[in-house]
Structure formats: C-alpha cells, structure tokens
C-alpha cells in the first residue's frame, strides 16, 4: 500500500503540473484548434497516469477525475466554452482546483436561492425541490450509519441472497460516490470560498428516468456532457431531422458518450477488455428516457400517475437494469472483492490508530 500512496502523489503532481501548463501557456493561445492541438500531450497524460494506480479507492476517484471530468472540460477550454472559461478563474490555484475536481462554481445565485438555501439548511435538503422531510444533518448521518452497516454485513455474504447482495452493492456505490464527490469538493469550498453547485440531489426521491439522469444522479457529469454532447448534437441536427429527434439524437448522443466512458473506467479498475455490457445498460437507458420524454410531452397534463408509483417503477427499472447489465462486469473480475478489502485495511488501520492514541 505503501508503494501505491507514492504512485498517486506522484499521478497528481504530473496532473497539477499539467493543469499549470494548461493556465500558463495554452490559455494564452487562440482558442480551437491552435488551442486543441497545444494540449494533445495534455490528453495523453492524463489517460494514462491511472494506469499506475492499482487500489480500488486511489485508482477509481483518480481515473474519474482525470480521464473523464478534466479532459472533457480541457476539451470545452480548448474551444472556450466550459467551467474553466466561464468561472472566475482568478489565480492558477482556482484553474487547478475547477480542472482536477468535479465541482461546478455558481454562476451568479440569486438571492433569494441564497437566503432560501440558509433558512432551510437546518431543517431541510436545500436541493430537494420538493423539500426533504428529514432534516439535512440527519440525511448525513444515516447514510454513514448505513454505510458502516453495508461495510458490516459484508462479513456474512455468504449467507445473503445474491439480489440483497446486489442492492447492498447498489447502496454502496451510491452513497460511496456521494460521500468521495463531498468530500474532495471540501477544500474549495472552504479554501477558496466557492459556491458550489450540488453534486448529486437525493436520487432516491426520482419520479422518472429524466428526473433521475438529469437533475438528481451526478450532476457534474450530467453537466459536462450537456455541453459536450447533448447540445452540440441538437443544434448540429436540429434543421435536419427536426427539433423533437433531435432533442433524442442529443439525449442518445450523451448515454453514448457515458456509456463509452465507464468502459474506459472499468478498465482501469479491472484491466480487463471491455465486454460492452455497461455501454448497453446507458443505450438502454437513453432510449427509455428519450422514449419517456416524449411520452410525457403526448400525454400532456392529461394523465399524470401518483409519485409514489412513478418514484417505485423508476428506481425499480435502475435497479434491475443496473443488476443485468452494470454491474456484471465489476463482479466478474472481482473489483468489489479488492474494494471489500481496501475497506477491511482501512478500518483495521483505524482501530490500530484509535488503540496507539488511547
């Protein structure tokens, strides 16, 4: 474990260091392609620094924030368009920190988002348009009670169904995801004073498949591929084939695009090759929701089902689909084993730490 700490301080100092030659040098250049082509050696390292991480809990955020997140905005900045255009990027620090980390800074809230947001901080989920009847402080600390018991009861995975097997992993890598999103967008909210867009917004309050994928699951991501395939592949064919397939070319496009990129993540997790079972599970995603969308638009206010059934169909559809076809390939080449175990090290070092202190 040792050896690998020094590989990923050693990965995210090339990182930084290419994300100074991005502010130093090649924003100084025009933007397009005399831009592009300055950061091509940019592109390459950042594909491949991951490739010397090996652990479950330095290799996934690394390869996420690198490989997808920075060179999607690096290919947004080449063009000048994107967070490292458009936010205030005084200093190399603030360029570096919007770069390396999936945080989107506020573009000028209003003010009344603001003083709502500080009113209902204490009592709700200020991101829940619909108000979380929990409050925000308790929301926390279940899901790290939950954690902890997910954490737990993979002691006796061998006596567990393997669907309850699946939603724990389901669980899992939910509220893992939320918490390493939250934690690595800490430093720039306290250091720099960023207001930060949310990162993820309750998923599991979703009442359809666009609600889910485009206001509440991962928002940063959903964002990123807004501008670099959902837009640019709705205005390219609008006058083409027409506003309503296009707006599905533009959805298709981003699930393409996502499904592509978690590929690429699986196989730096597992360095094994693709079997294109994830990129199905997106197809079939952006096929239903383009599906649902225009259902949605048909029917009108006409027909509307409850929530609660909407909410239950939606998260039933994620979860299946999600047992079919997302997480096979992780399971088949054991990267929850290595990631159970990291967890198991973790915790041990811990309680060695907490005994030497007492």
Not at 128 to 138: A, E, F, T, Y
Not at 181 to 188: E, F, I, K, N
């Amino acid at each position: 474990m040792e050896g690998e700490i020094e590989s990923f301080i050693k990965v995210w100092i090339i990182a930084i260091l290419c994300f100074s030659y991005c502010y130093y040098i090649s924003s100084r250049l025009p933007k397009g392609i005399t831009r592009l082509l300055s950061l091509l050696p940019v592109f390459y390292l950042l594909i491949i620094l991951p490739l010397d991480l090996h652990s479950f809990h330095l290799g996934a955020p690394t390869t996420f924030f690198l490989v997808w997140l920075a060179t999607f905005k690096l290919l947004l900045f080449s063009f000048g368009k994107g967070p490292l255009s458009s936010s205030p990027s005084k200093n190399i620090f603030h360029f570096i920190a919007i770069a390396s980390l999936p945080i989107k800074i506020r573009q000028n809230p209003p003010q009344k988002f603001i003083k709502n947001t500080i009113i209902k901080e204490n009592n709700t989920n200020p991101f829940d348009p619909n108000g979380s009847r929990l409050p925000k402080s308790i929301l926390v600390a279940i899901k790290v009670l939950l954690l902890a018991l997910i954490i737990k009861t993979y002691e006796y995975r061998a006596y567990l169904h393997p669907y309850l097997t699946l939603l724990l992993y389901c669980l899992h890598m939910y509220i893992g995801i939320e918490t390493v999103l939250a934690l690595v967008a800490l430093p720039a909210r306290t250091i720099f004073g960023f207001e930060l867009e949310p990162q993820f917004n309750e998923p599991y309050l979703t009442t359809s498949l666009q609600d889910f994928w485009g206001r509440r699951w991962n928002l940063m991501v959903s964002s990123v591929l807004r501008e670099t395939a959902y837009d640019p592949i709705r205005r390219a064919s609008l006058e083409i084939i027409g506003p309503k397939w296009a707006q599905f070319l533009g959805v298709m496009s981003s699930f393409v695009v996502s499904g592509l990129m978690h590929e690429a993540i699986y196989y730096y997790l597992s360095r094994a090759r693709p079997t294109w079972e994830v990129t199905l599970f997106f197809l079939i995603q952006g096929a239903s929701t383009g599906i649902e969308i225009a259902a949605k638009k048909a029917a009108g206010d006409t027909w509307r089902p409850h929530k609660v059934v909407t909410r239950v169909l939606t998260l039933g559809f994620l979860t299946l689909t999600g047992n079919w076809l997302f997480f096979p390939q992780l399971l088949r080449n054991g990267v929850h084993e290595k990631g159970i175990k990291e967890y198991s090290l973790i915790i041990d070092f811990v309680k060695a730490g907490l005994r030497y202190h007492s």
